[in-house]
């Protein structure tokens, strides 16, 4: 084996494979030929890719490697580490976008000349996109030594499929493999602060201000908030860890068209802690968008006492977030919008009520908008967005602030109460932003026009009051003893039931589904000999051509996912893609009807068979696919068999924290088509009995709920 081989792991194998990490462990029990381990741990070994590679191959269980693997495995695998080998792959990424025939020069040399050569080219293309004080640095000669053949892989990659996918899709599978080094800000949520800052430019231009030409992230992280940011804009940035300040540096230049942007637009990224080392202490901007760091005790409280950004109070130093929030004022041009994500007790916090009171006073403090749970790590509890602009001179603080509270309007088709509301696969994307956007623009239309008398307040109250969603609240209303801005204390739901009128549509749709429940009901079980049947598994059929087994992902694709929760509740699709930015041989793998779905994880025995309202779904994470031959199997005959307890048992393994489901070891009998017809039809019909069992205990939830609800806030009389 080559000195400089890539080593993978049996996570790495098993994804090559297409099948589980119990299955590489059989494997390598099993098989005495199998590669023997070069590296790792004697819990977690390694093995060289090349040999792995040839195995799987002359085990037929493996036609090739896909390219996008070869390139992952070689980068995770990489001696520096991934983070410094993704920055390698970006620098020569950027060089073949904006240099190709330059590229192509430098790679017709060999290895070790390219690796002499590649410094210089990298060095330029890194100088005309961020200038000699960068946060990427050139890699010399012997850092590239090694990195030679992935780069050329990864220009491999962007040939089919564009510098911009290419990367992006390095840099989502560095994400995935460490899940708590980073702190992600969602793409639904990035473009919807975006969207918030433009919207409030869209505003300024209607008075007759400029619109927005410069944008900051003081804590850019991966840079999601300004890759969100559209039009003629100049970025910057600033993010305190080196390795993901160079990471984002190359993910916005790369989102970019070119090198020399003909919109007016500019790129600046700087590494350092913003708070304490902030690296543009004289640039004023047009909007701010940040995500930063929550309950961060060490944030400089000392050595800050007397910066002069503690315009409006200096913040206490259990109040990390109240010093962001006045960064970002800091550096804003007068009348620009800031956007910060804020965890909900900064909105009600003791030990910031003065700042709070400040920020209010004086009109800096626009609107706090709720948002749901799951919308952002941490995900379990419904964080915040702080809408700010800067005071100018002349300026007459706005009398309200803008309180708005999108739970209500993202949960599911389901309702609230129901075993699959919430999360962060459920949330209704479309729904938070109609509800977060269109409140805001009613806020802040004609905010220039306002009457000395407050009639101008009065009526955008009218147009931006929502019971229990939104409402323009009189700052005066919230300069108590605890200036608690948390939307939920000023804007009660309204009772769920929805008044009378609904209670009684939802008493009669559950009087129809009992009744069609009791219909459903299975006739008495009848006594049956035990007659052993000759078994099969699915992993022997699949490998007939009876059946495919696939697993789910989260590939590129417009179709809603459908998702674990929504498998364990019998619900619609209700997730949505989160990597449209994925190579094309990434792409979804789309539902069709008489495919069998079932979970992965939590050892309960659940199966779903796809009908014509859900075909055309994408499948989610944790969900394994069976698509039948209809020739050879009946698919409700299949899914009743795999919802035995004792299948599930034998074909379950047990890990630290969850059990999971091996789909290839669950058995069914062999029987003939017509057969598996008949069993079928009695699995059918259970199904539509459990639907409707689900379908009463939803509505009684509503219905019992809606009565209490009613009957305590007067919309009910008692009888």
Sequence with gaps: MPESSTEVTAAGIARLAGVGRAA??????????????????????????????QWLREQGKLAEVPLRERVWQQLSGHPAGAATA?????????????????????????????ARVLPGALDDVLTVHFGPERAVHTPDATDLAPS??????????????????????????????????YTLTPPDLAELMAELA???????????????????????GTGALLRAVSGPTALYAQEADPELAALTALRLALHSDGPARTDGGALTVRTGDSLRADAF??????????????????????????????????????????????????RLRDGGTAVLLMPPAAASRRSGRRIRADLLRRGALRAVIALPAGAAPPYGIPLHLWVLRKPGAGHRPVPELLLVDTAETAEPATGPGSPAAGGRDRIDWTAVRSAALGAWNAFTQDRGTEGGDGTEGKSRAVRVDRPGVSRAVPVIELLDDDVDLAPARHLPPPASGGGAAELIRVRERLD????????????????????????????????????????????SGAAPVLTEHDVLAGTAPSGSPTTPAAPPEDEALLLEPGDVVVPVLGGGSVTRVIDDATAGAALGRNLQLLRPDPAALDPWFLAGFLR?????????????????????????????????????????????????????????????????DGLTDGTVAPK
Excluded at 150 to 171: C, D, I, P
Excluded at 671 to 678: C, F, I, S, T, W
Excluded at 681 to 699: I, N, P, S, V, Y
């Design 198 to 220: 433009e919207q409030d430019r869209a505003g300024g231009r209607r008075s007759g201000t400029q619109p927005a030409r410069a944008v900051l992230d003081p804590a850019a």
């Design 512 to 555: 129809d589904t009992l009744k069609l429940t009791a219909r459903l009901t299975p006739p008495p079980a009848a006594p049956s000999d035990l007659v052993r049947r000759p078994l099969t598994t699915v992993g022997e059929l699949a490998r007939a051509g009876a059946l495919q087994l696939r697993t789910g992902g989260s590939g």
């Design 281 to 330: 202490p004289r640039l004023t901007v047009d909007a701010v968008l940040c995500h930063p760091p929550f309950n961060e005790r060490n944030w400089g409280h000392d050595e800050l006492a007397y910066d002069p950004r503690w315009e409006y109070g200096f913040p206490a130093r259990t109040e990390s977030e109240l010093a962001w929030v006045q960064h970002a004022l800091a």
């Design 86 to 114: 993704l920055v390698h792959a970006g620098c020569a990424l950027l060089l073949v976008r904006d240099r190709p025939t330059a590229w192509l020069e430098i790679t017709a040399v060999s290895d070790a000349r390219m």
């Design 148 to 181: 030679v053949p992935l780069l050329r892989s990864a220009a491999e990659l962007a040939a089919g499929t564009g510098v911009r996918k290419a990367f992006e899709f390095l840099f989502g599978r560095q994400l995935d493999a460490n899940p708590r080094q």
């Design 24 to 53: 590489v462990s059989n494997w390598r029990r099993r098989h005495a030929d199998f590669p023997k381990p070069v590296g790792g741990t004697e819990t977690s070994p390694s093995f060289a890719l090349p040999e792995v590679e």
């Design 644 to 708: 035995g307890t004792a299948n599930n048992r034998q074909a379950s393994s047990y890990a630290s924290t969850a059990t999971r489901l091996d789909a290839r070891r669950l058995q069914l009998p062999r029987l003939p088509l017509a057969e598996q017809q008949r069993y079928g039809e009695q699995f059918r019909a259970l199904a539509a009995f459990e639907d409707a069992l689900r379908t009463a205990g939803r509505l009684g939830g509503r219905l019992v709920q809606g009565m209490y």
